[in-house]
């Protein structure tokens, strides 16, 4: 499966990327911020995105969301 953690802290995406980790995942991309977020999906076609809603700057969570799906970037099965 492939993962890709957003979060504004770096500290958080390498406990969850070390969590996801002892689970049995190892394709796992880690970005800071909503628009490297848009940038991820556009390039890779992810199993599993986990992404905090407030991302400081720029996009938040949902504007995330709402921007991957009217652009088709996420899979149907995608969580």
Known sequence: ???LIVDDFPN??????????????????MVLNGEDAIRA?????????LSDYN???GKN???????AKHHGLLKSSAL
């Open 1 to 3: 499966m492939k993962f």
């Open 12 to 29: 958080f995406c390498s406990a969850l990327r070390t969590m996801i980790m002892s689970f049995g995942g190892s394709d796992i991309d």
């Open 55 to 57: 991302l400081s700057e």
């Open 61 to 67: 969570g949902n504007d995330i969301l709402e921007e």
């Open 41 to 49: 999906l556009n390039k890779k076609r992810y199993d599993v995105i």
